[in-house]
């Protein structure tokens, strides 16, 4: 499967902006769908996962309460809802898929996931 992210760009901060990943060539309504971000000399962070059910969700401590991510499996898409925006979120967003079960915990860590999307950038400014 391919994954293809967008929606991201520049915003003050306190703004928002909403993430889209579709997937093309397969379907991903098995998967655990996650987004992680990087930045320049820092490794891969965890931000969000999904449940393939889309029902059950985990979040970064970090953007708690500031981002919402969901899914459309008859649409093969995933979105991640992003308020509050900070500078701090600064970074290349990813997204991407894995068949790890959800009750591993292990959704929050790259080695999850084996289909990744190409980045899309968000600036957040002062």
């Known amino acids: 499967v391919q994954l293809q992210a967008s929606g991201g760009g520049v915003v003050q901060a306190g703004g928002s902006l909403r993430l889209a990943c579709v997937a093309a060539?397969?379907?991903?309504?098995?998967?655990?769908m996650g987004w992680f971000r990087q930045t320049p000399g820092k490794e891969r962070e965890f931000v969000a996962a999904v449940r393939w059910s889309g029902d059950k969700a985990d979040y970064a401590d970090s953007v708690k309460g500031r981002f919402t991510i969901s899914r459309d499996n008859a649409k093969n898409t995933v979105s991640l809802q992003m308020t509050s925006l900070k500078p701090e979120d600064t970074g290349s967003y990813l997204c991407?898929?894995?068949?790890?079960?959800?009750?591993?915990?292990?959704?929050?860590?790259?080695?999850?996931?084996?289909?990744w999307g190409q980045g899309t950038q968000v600036t957040v400014s002062r």
């Open positions: 060539g397969g379907t991903i309504d098995t998967d655990t």
């Open positions: 991407a898929a894995g068949r790890t079960p959800w009750g591993s915990n292990f959704y929050s860590d790259y080695e999850a996931y084996n289909a």
